[in-house]
């Protein structure tokens, strides 16, 4: 293991070194504060901030739908974390143990095992956990091999490349068989990932229909499997209601109290009894806190979360700080008049609102610890939540106002505009919505980018397939399974 010296010559050590593992909400806008705040120190040499992500950069995921669906350009839904945290050291790689009574963290680089001096060791004087969550998944058979995940910007344009895949299958094919099952999407869990998702996916597919000759709108089937009694709990009752009444009126298929329990073979099965043959199984019921919370050795809660204090520090351990998805914070609000307390008299939810508003907060208490001043109690009452069901469609549940329909989607946009980091990707998502509106959607599957190399490597007389066939050359039925896109 190569330990990543501070120097043992006097005044070769900076003033402190804070260690921010992860990019994501809290990761990014703690390191970005800490640098504005410190930085004439960190010009000198006096301090450093590390920060430590497996990618180069914070991805806003509210903005992953529409995405998905084309409305926006997927290098706009990422914000490069070296240009933006430009006095920081951007370290990419992960964070496999924390040692905090050492205070050292154990990072692996993509040049772990390229040099093969083993991973990296990263001193610190206080730490910042903030890894975010990964998908929450259950052992129910087939999903690993068939279900597709949306978190992140890679998943999101490989489930677009995939549906415009599945039209072209459905609209080749003479199978009746493989026609229905390519035409048939299935989305587990009813939250804003899925509901976003399956509504901006579908308006993208009702409308790249019209470029079929042999395939109609009322062709596509569309399944919203929910475990619970309602969706989108986060804007209330009843815009949830209205939010399922709205995605039925568009025939899809709302299936509430309904588990997935097997996906084997590309056949959804339901608990209610039902059966649909699929290719297309996305899987977005929920996530968890990210393994890495467990190599800590801090203290957590029974859901996986580090117990934390209203100030944001890791209960027993100075020096430790989190936010976010991984910490379990005490809403301080939860017994005051407030129209949604996630948890009341618990923990905040685990969402981007609080996350940002976080990050704020515990950016200023690791200055005031470094500094021997005193910390600050996160309070921020949860203001509400929006959620769009496709173009020119939403719901929203604010200040204890419920709007429905285009102001809810018009608000949805306007909010997120002003959330997403930087001018300069407000400027382009804004450009981008622009021309939208004046031009055509877009419809084109770039799905032969998963494998730049099989058309290079068939040239040059290898194995590879090329993953779509192509007119002149042996077809072979169905793409050699390596060559298929995940679920598909």
Same mark, same amino acid.
Request: with cysteine.
């Given at each position: 293991?190569?330990?990543?010296?501070?120097?043992?010559?006097?005044?070769?050590?900076?003033?402190?070194?804070?260690?921010?593992?992860?990019?994501?909400?809290?990761?990014?806008?703690?390191?970005?504060?800490?640098?504005?705040?410190?930085?004439?120190?960190?010009?000198?040499?006096?301090?450093?901030?590390?920060?430590?992500?497996?990618?180069?950069?914070?991805?806003?995921?509210?903005?992953?739908?529409?995405?998905?669906?084309?409305?926006?350009?997927?290098?706009?839904?990422?914000?490069?974390?070296?240009?933006?945290?430009?006095?920081?050291?951007?370290?990419?790689?992960?964070?496999?143990?924390?040692?905090?009574?050492?205070?050292? /963290?154990? @990072?692996?680089? &993509? =040049?772990?095992? #390229? $040099?093969?001096?083993?991973?990296?060791?990263?001193? !610190?004087?206080? %730490?910042?956990?903030?890894?975010?969550?990964?998908?929450?998944?259950?052992?129910?058979?087939?999903?690993?091999?068939?279900?597709?995940?949306?978190?992140?910007?890679?998943?999101?344009?490989?489930?677009?490349?995939?549906?415009?895949?599945?039209?072209?299958?459905?609209?080749?094919?003479?199978?009746?068989?493989?026609?229905?099952?390519?035409?048939?999407?299935?989305?587990?869990?009813?939250?804003? /990932?899925? @509901?976003?998702? &399956? =509504?901006?996916? #579908? $308006?993208?597919?009702?409308?790249?229909?019209?470029? !079929?000759?042999? %395939?109609?709108?009322?062709?596509?089937?569309?399944?919203?499997?929910?475990?619970?009694?309602?969706?989108?709990?986060?804007?209330?009752?009843?815009?949830?209601?209205?939010?399922?009444?709205?995605?039925?009126?568009?025939?899809?298929?709302?299936?509430?109290?309904?588990?997935?329990?097997?996906?084997?073979?590309?056949?959804?099965?339901?608990?209610?009894?039902?059966?649909?043959?699929?290719?297309?199984?996305?899987?977005?019921?929920?996530?968890?806190?990210?393994?890495?919370?467990?190599?800590?050795?801090?203290?957590?809660?029974?859901?996986?979360?580090?117990?934390?204090?209203?100030?944001?520090?890791?209960?027993?351990?100075?020096?430790?700080?989190?936010?976010?998805?991984?910490?379990?914070?005490?809403?301080?609000?939860?017994?005051?008049?407030?129209?949604?307390?996630?948890?009341?008299?618990?923990?905040?939810?685990?969402?981007?609102?609080?996350?940002?508003?976080?990050?704020?907060?515990?950016?200023?208490?690791?200055?005031?610890?470094?500094?021997?001043?005193?910390?600050?109690?996160?309070?921020?009452?949860?203001?509400?939540?929006?959620?769009?069901?496709?173009?020119?469609?939403?719901?929203?549940?604010?200040?204890?106002?419920?709007?429905?329909?285009?102001?809810?989607?018009?608000?949805?946009?306007?909010?997120?505009?002003?959330?997403?980091?930087?001018?300069?990707?407000?400027?382009?998502?804004?450009?981008?919505?622009?021309?939208?509106?004046?031009?055509?959607?877009?419809?084109?599957?770039?799905?032969?980018?998963?494998?730049?190399?099989?058309?290079?490597?068939?040239?040059?007389?290898?194995?590879?397939?090329?993953?779509?066939?192509?007119?002149?050359?042996?077809?072979?039925?169905?793409?050699?399974?390596?060559?298929?896109?995940?679920?598909?």
């Amino acid at each position: 293991m190569a330990p990543d010296s501070r120097g043992t010559a006097p005044g070769t050590r900076p003033g402190v070194r804070i260690l921010v593992v992860g990019g994501g909400y809290v990761g990014m806008y703690t390191a970005l504060r800490l640098q504005r705040k410190v930085k004439q120190r960190l010009r000198r040499g006096d301090a450093e901030i590390v920060v430590v992500t497996p990618e180069p950069y914070m991805t806003y995921q509210p903005f992953l739908p529409e995405a998905a669906a084309g409305s926006i350009s997927p290098r706009h839904v990422v914000v490069p974390l070296r240009r933006v945290l430009n006095d920081c050291r951007i370290v990419i790689g992960e964070v496999r143990d924390v040692d905090h009574t050492a205070r050292t /963290a154990t @990072v692996t680089t &993509l =040049a772990t095992a #390229e $040099d093969g001096t083993g991973s990296l060791e990263i001193a !610190y004087d206080e %730490i910042v956990i903030a890894p975010g969550s990964v998908s929450r998944t259950l052992p129910i058979p087939g999903l690993a091999e068939f279900g597709i995940g949306f978190k992140t910007v890679e998943e999101a344009i490989g489930l677009r490349n995939h549906v415009i895949e599945q039209m072209d299958i459905a609209s080749a094919t003479r199978d009746p068989a493989i026609r229905d099952a390519a035409l048939t999407f299935v989305f587990v869990g009813g939250g804003y /990932a899925g @509901v976003e998702a &399956l =509504a901006e996916l #579908e $308006d993208m597919a009702r409308y790249t229909a019209r470029y !079929y000759h042999n %395939i109609k709108p009322t062709d596509l089937k569309w399944i919203l499997v929910e475990a619970s009694g309602r969706i989108l709990p986060e804007v209330g009752e009843a815009m949830g209601t209205y939010a399922v009444g709205e995605l039925r009126g568009r025939n899809i298929d709302v299936r509430l109290e309904t588990r997935l329990d097997t996906c084997e073979d590309r056949v959804a099965v339901l608990s209610d009894g039902s059966r649909f043959p699929t290719r297309t199984l996305v899987w977005t019921a929920g996530v968890k806190p990210a393994p890495l919370l467990a190599a800590t050795g801090l203290p957590l809660t029974e859901r996986g979360r580090l117990r934390c204090t209203a100030t944001l520090g890791v209960e027993g351990a100075p020096h430790a700080w989190a936010a976010g998805d991984a910490a379990a914070v005490p809403d301080l609000t939860a017994s005051e008049p407030d129209l949604t307390a996630s948890e009341p008299g618990r923990e905040t939810a685990p969402n981007a609102q609080h996350a940002v508003r976080q990050a704020k907060v515990l950016a200023d208490n690791v200055l005031s610890s470094i500094e021997g001043r005193p910390l600050r109690e996160y309070r921020h009452a949860y203001a509400g939540s929006v959620a769009s069901l496709g173009l020119h469609k939403g719901v929203a549940h604010v200040y204890g106002r419920k709007l429905k329909g285009y102001p809810a989607w018009l608000m949805h946009r306007v909010y997120h505009l002003s959330r997403v980091p930087t001018f300069n990707r407000k400027a382009r998502v804004l450009a981008e919505w622009t021309l939208s509106g004046l031009f055509k959607r877009e419809i084109v599957s770039l799905g032969s980018l998963e494998h730049p190399r099989a058309e290079f490597e068939l040239a040059a007389g290898g194995p590879a397939a090329p993953r779509v066939p192509r007119p002149g050359r042996p077809q072979g039925g169905e793409e050699p399974p390596e060559n298929r896109p995940a679920g598909g």
